[in-house]
């Protein structure tokens, strides 16, 4: 059912409860829930049990007189078909079917509209997902990210929120100096496996790949910085360092591209560290009295906050442990008026979010205690050919995002996108996934984005049928739309808002993946139980309208998760 009707309906039971409540002064709170059992109605309302003991009132007897009051109002006719009353007093409603119907009108007058809210217009959302260390290709579980994030960022901008798209480069410390160490060890000759080449080197080809670009003395970009260009030098780090960062976000930029992810702002550690913004992070901790020196190192007393040991912030050879440039960028965050951030990581990031947490409180900037929100994935196993695949020849280590959206799509990137795209968003994020290329592949029921994708062309493919035009169709008469599978559509349709807003405020993105795969079924329930283009006009005609308002959710929802919604098959 609709948002509006809900409301409708609760005003109802505020209204029929009015003259019981009468000098109380008690205010109830009308919740409105779906039946466990949909034999039960459309509509569970537990108001009566709620209030029987502050009114002295036997519950189910108080039930009677609010069904009572519910039907007698005028308002309800065209709302409520019948209302009745279970064990100790649960008011199980039936919503009248003109009421389910419209929904069909709702869909085809707000188009790709339908679903989208204004409850967050006038605030600011920033999603930080992905942040790949710039030190080798994205792998699969970048991917998780990258899809989940993209997903909960068009699910706040669906819900009016002003929201921005971050990808936070750590291109400062070890990993870096590692990188460039490995690059020259390449320039130089070396290969893993050689008496030479450094232990804690990255072994990928990809290795190779940057130093032969460095020796040819090449140029490259990525998509937000300044080019840089190689000295050809084996021995200037200072040049290979930063080439080979450019290099790897170059390569980064077209993974992400391949993938359909856009971002709006790049931000670089090494800037935090550039403006002072670390240092003054540190002093204002200092001068809050939040910090204290241990055996010559810095510490934060994060036990204060509900961490299980105080951390430290500055080692005794002076560097900074890595969560207090974490603890600077968030401070940034928060300066910038994003009154809420969510970060979208690796299930390894769990052990930073006190610390960063503890850091922003006792900074004393009055940051909520909550902030910043955290979406954390765990990990994705790869199966192909019926064994799990544990590295790419490319990477070295790991599978990479290329890898899996090439195989998923045999070749067909656009294809590849739209089942890594949606496989990845399909399960909560905080439980494993195995990805089975096997599967992504099949075209059947076993694939869910096949599953989805196939409902929406079924319905192309009957509409192409229809020879009259199809806007006339918002004008059509519902009323012969009565069929179970119909009814049960109808519903499903309805629901679509409210699941974007749910999705959005409990930060899961998957459930987008289960209403679409669950409204894909509703469908193709629908059209092997029911023609559409049958001899009698009003029902096909009602029956064409639902096709086309389904067609557009489908069509919503499957844009809303960054997949294509193909015509035919």
Same mark, same amino acid.
């Given at each position: &059912? ?54 002295? &009132? ?18 309800? /006719? ?6 009745? *009353? ?26 790709? #509209? ?9 605030? /600011? ?32 901008? #669906? ?30 000759? $070396? ?51 930063? +080439? ?14 391949? $993938? ?5 702002? !790049?931000?670089?550690? =090494? =800037? ?92 004393? &900037? ?30 070295? =280590? ?34 494993? $996934?195995? +990805? ?13 984005? !096949? ?18 035009? *199809? ?15 119909? &009814? ?49 006009? #009003? ?28 015509e035919k098959m």
């Amino acid at each position: &059912m609709l948002a509006s009707q809900k409301q409708e309906i609760a005003a109802l039971f505020q209204a029929a409860l009015a003259p019981v409540l009468d000098g109380t002064g008690i205010t109830p709170s009308v919740v409105l829930e779906r039946p466990r059992d949909p034999s039960h109605g459309d509509i569970a309302c537990n108001i009566a049990m709620q209030l029987a003991k502050q009114l002295k &009132m036997n519950p189910r007897e108080l039930a009677q007189k609010i069904v009572a009051s519910l039907l007698e109002n005028p308002a309800g /006719k065209a709302l409520i078909d019948s209302a009745d *009353i279970a064990g100790p007093g649960f008011i199980n409603l039936r919503v009248a079917a003109c009421a389910k119907q419209s929904v069909v009108k709702a869909i085809l007058a707000e188009g790709q #509209a339908f679903g989208r809210s204004d409850a967050g217009a006038g605030k /600011k959302v920033i999603l930080e997902f992905v942040s790949a260390n710039p030190t080798g290709p994205l792998h699969v579980g970048h991917g998780r990210q990258a899809a989940l994030g993209d997903a909960l960022a068009a699910l706040f901008d #669906a819900q009016g929120y002003a929201v921005t798209r971050e990808f936070y480069y750590n291109d400062a410390g070890v990993q870096i100096a590692t990188l460039a160490n490995s690059v020259q060890a390449r320039a130089r000759g $070396f290969k893993p496996g050689d008496a030479e080449w450094p232990e804690s080197a990255y072994n990928g080809d990809y290795i190779a790949d940057i130093a032969n670009d460095y020796l040819a003395g090449k140029t490259v970009s990525a998509s937000d910085g300044l080019p840089a260009t190689a000295s050809g030098k084996v021995e200037d780090l200072d040049s290979i360092r930063p +080439f080979a960062v450019t290099y790897l976000r170059n390569e980064q930029d077209i993974d992400l591209q391949a $993938f359909g992810v856009k971002f709006d702002n !790049y931000y670089l550690e =090494s =800037s935090l560290y550039a403006d002072g913004k670390v240092e003054k992070a540190v002093e204002a901790l200092i001068k809050a009295g939040k910090t204290y020196e241990l055996d010559g190192a810095l510490w934060l007393r994060t036990t204060d906050y509900g961490d299980d040991k105080d951390r430290v912030m500055r080692k005794s050879e002076g560097g900074f442990t890595y969560f207090v440039p974490d603890v600077a960028y968030h401070i940034v965050k928060w300066q910038r008026g994003f009154t809420q951030a969510i970060n979208i990581q690796g299930s390894d990031h769990h052990g930073t979010i006190a610390r960063v947490r503890a850091g922003l409180q006792a900074v004393g &900037m009055e940051i909520p205690q909550g902030y910043p929100d955290y979406v954390l994935h765990k990990m994705v196993t790869v199966m192909k050919n019926g064994e799990e695949v544990k590295i790419s020849k490319r990477a070295g =280590s790991y599978v990479t995002v290329r890898d899996l959206i090439e195989w998923s799509g045999d070749g067909d990137i656009a294809k590849g996108r739209d089942a890594v795209r949606f496989f990845l968003i399909s399960r909560k994020a905080d439980t494993e $996934f195995v +990805f089975d290329v096997d599967i992504a592949l099949k075209t059947s029921d076993e694939n869910p984005v !096949y599953y989805v994708q196939y409902a929406h062309a079924r319905i192309c493919r009957m509409l192409e049928q229809f020879t009259g035009e *199809i806007a006339s169709l918002a004008n059509a008469d519902l009323a012969p739309l009565t069929a179970p599978t119909e &009814m049960t559509l109808l519903a499903t349709l309805a629901a679509y808002p409210e699941t974007l807003a749910r999705a959005q405020t409990e930060l899961g993105p998957h459930q987008v993946a289960f209403y679409l795969r669950d409204l894909a079924a509703n469908l193709h329930s629908f059209y092997f139980a029911e023609r559409v283009l049958v001899d009698d006009e #009003a029902l096909k005609l009602a029956r064409l309208a639902l096709m086309v308002a389904t067609r557009q959710v489908l069509r919503n929802g499957l844009a809303l998760i960054g997949v294509s919604a193909p015509e035919k098959m």
